[in-house]
């Protein structure tokens, strides 16, 4: 019987690792090759141009004349802005282009703020008619820097934003006004948009965007002095206005899809994921409820480090959540969940223990990639213990060699066999994490909760792992290292704090029962336990 439960037990494991791999290779990323992302480049600068003089090719191919010279001069033009917003962007994000995917992203994002532009131009001048001013205060400026920021950050947002303004100050006629409300726009689009982690957050940075472009409305009022007309003047207002709104609503219908095209996380994706009613975080609490509260209290101190040193707080939470859920494999043979049971590794040889405690990362992945989680989510799963030893076992594998040999004899013990086996933290999420989840494991054990005896724990196991070179691949600084630990220490003190004994109260069970003669009183005599003044 117990030989067919294990092989059932393989057969699906075998099964869950198939159907994970087959999801994670569903997206095949793009080949690294500088000839490839140059030519990613000249294709945006082309497609941009024919986008932008598409009713003049048409004309040019149907007239079989001379090629205009405006066109030769708009595209040189432009070139010089991509090379100088390029070269900017590479001073302050270094390598960023040099990923194909990073300059595919860019792409798309540009030529879909294009075609929306064109596609409204030729609505308005075929079916609504507008004035060509208003209609160029309607264009999706926003759209861009939203969507870029989103994706990646503020400064490629800038970057994407200034070179779509650009593009659309040559559509609308080269309209200088129209170029200053589309930087001004991309400026506050690209600052808010870091923060922008709810669909309602999303269309009110929409709608503020399109306020910043009646400040180029108020100027360019002033530049007709004294021949302006208000409805005009409404007219711009309001056609800015609505610009903003509109960028907000494709980016909230397009944003999925790029998530999906480019495998890239946003806020608002993991805003979805943390919800505690995820079916693992549900499978988590019923069938390991030590290690759920674990994840849970693990995930308040990785987001309060985060925030401490200005990392992703909402990323460490949400990983810190996930970052056990491999322990649904053998929920039993982990110490959170064991409670009042005989402890299984008791009659297990220590590397047998070992083997089934870094077995809990490979399951977690296996289960990160079957319920789609996100890929930052998947590497915590993947780093959170690094290389670190898993000094009980260790201990306790010399002692028994000890035992049998004697001391100073045999070949000692191999240390790389119960290290678990990485790779170590990449990013500053994941240290924080890795930190947090031996911390909040460590706290378990303390006899004494004073801080003191706190602030040595922290600082003997962040210490440790520093020694131990567990940090040396993320990016993360000894002075923001030392403020993780005071953040660890201030959270801990919080959550292990002591209270004051009630006291008893002597007199209550000499009082007679009011409202129902025959109930019996709280008290230690009834087995009911008298309620604390709070």
């Given at each position: 019987m117990t030989n067919f439960i294990s092989k059932l037990r393989s057969r699906k494991a075998k099964n869950r690792d198939r159907q994970a791999w087959r999801v994670s290779t569903l997206q095949?990323?793009?080949?690294?090759?500088?000839?490839?992302?140059?030519?990613?480049?000249?294709?945006?600068?082309?497609?941009?141009?024919?986008?932008i003089h598409l009713g003049v090719f048409f004309d040019w191919y149907s007239q079989n004349g001379l090629f205009p010279a405006s066109v030769l001069a708009d595209s040189a033009f432009m070139f010089a802005?991509?090379?100088?917003?390029?070269?900017?962007?590479?001073?302050?994000?270094?390598?960023?282009?040099?990923?194909?995917?990073?300059?595919?992203?860019?792409?798309l994002i540009v030529l879909m703020s294009l075609t929306v532009?064109?596609?409204?131009?030729?609505?308005?001048?075929?079916?609504?008619?507008?004035?060509?001013?208003?209609?160029?205060?309607?264009?999706?400026y926003a759209l861009a820097p939203l969507i870029a920021t989103l994706l990646a950050d503020g400064a490629v947002g800038v970057a994407a934003g200034a070179w779509t303004s650009i593009c659309l100050f040559i559509m609308g006629g080269h309209n200088f006004s129209l170029l200053c409300a589309g930087l001004m726009a991309t400026s506050v689009t690209a600052?808010?948009?870091?923060?922008?982690?709810?669909?309602?957050?999303?269309?009110?940075?929409?709608?503020?965007?399109?306020?910043?472009?009646?400040?180029?409305?108020?100027?360019?009022?002033?530049?007709?002095w004294p021949d302006y007309n208000v409805m005009r003047i409404l007219h711009?207002?309001?056609?800015?206005?609505?610009?903003?709104?509109?960028?907000?609503?494709?980016?909230?219908?397009?944003?999925?899809?790029?998530?999906?095209?480019?495998?890239?996380?946003?806020?608002?994706?993991?805003?979805e994921v943390s919800d505690l009613g995820h079916p693992l975080l549900q499978r988590l609490a019923i069938e390991a409820p030590g290690t759920y509260h674990h994840s849970l209290v693990a995930a308040s101190l990785a987001q309060a480090a985060a925030d401490e040193i200005g990392a992703n707080s909402l990323l460490a939470r949400v990983?810190?959540?996930?970052?056990?859920?491999g322990k649904l494999a053998k929920p039993d043979f982990f110490a959170e969940n064991i409670a009042l049971r005989n402890n299984p590794h008791d009659t297990l040889a220590p590397s047998m223990s070992s083997l089934i405690l870094a077995s809990h990362v490979k399951e977690g992945i296996s289960l990160a990639l079957l319920y789609k989680l996100p890929d930052p989510v998947t590497a915590v799963i993947r780093e959170h213990h690094g290389t670190s030893l898993m000094s009980s076992f260790h201990h306790k594998a010399k002692s028994q060699m000890e035992l049998e040999l004697g001391k100073g004899e045999g070949p000692g013990i191999d240390e790389s066999a119960f290290r678990y086996p990485g790779p170590k933290p990449s990013t500053r999420e994941s240290a924080i994490i890795s930190l947090a989840d031996a911390v909040e494991a460590a706290?378990?054990?303390?006899?004494?909760?004073?801080?003191?005896?706190?602030?040595?724990?922290?600082?003997?196991?962040?210490?440790?792992?520093?020694?131990?070179?567990?940090?040396?691949?993320?990016?993360?600084?000894?002075?923001?290292?030392?403020r993780v630990k005071r953040s660890f220490v201030f959270t801990l003190r919080n959550m292990l704090h002591g209270r004051v004994p009630y006291p008893k109260d002597e007199n209550r069970d000499k009082q007679p029962a009011k409202n129902g003669a025959g109930e019996p009183h709280a008290g230690p005599d009834t087995g009911r336990p008298a309620d604390p003044a709070r």
């Open positions: 095949v990323p793009l080949p690294e090759n500088p000839i490839a992302g140059f030519l990613l480049i000249i294709l945006l600068w082309l497609f941009s141009v024919i986008l802005s991509m090379l100088a917003i390029g070269i900017a962007l590479n001073v302050v994000k270094p390598g960023y282009l040099r990923r194909n995917s990073h300059i595919m992203m860019l792409a532009a064109k596609v409204q131009y030729r609505i308005f001048q075929v079916g609504i008619i507008l004035p060509a001013e208003v209609t160029g205060y309607l264009l999706p600052y808010l948009a870091r923060q922008g982690r709810t669909r309602t957050r999303l269309l009110g940075i929409g709608l503020l965007a399109g306020m910043t472009q009646l400040m180029c409305v108020l100027g360019q009022t002033l530049l007709e711009r207002a309001l056609a800015g206005i609505s610009g903003g709104v509109l960028s907000a609503i494709i980016v909230l219908v397009t944003l999925p899809l790029m998530e999906l095209l480019f495998r890239i996380t946003t806020d608002i994706r993991l805003l990983c810190a959540y996930f970052h056990d859920i706290s378990r054990s303390m006899e004494k909760t004073s801080p003191g005896h706190i602030e040595n724990l922290v600082n003997d196991i962040v210490i440790g792992r520093f020694e131990d070179g567990q940090l040396d691949q993320c990016d993360l600084t000894l002075q923001e290292l030392t």
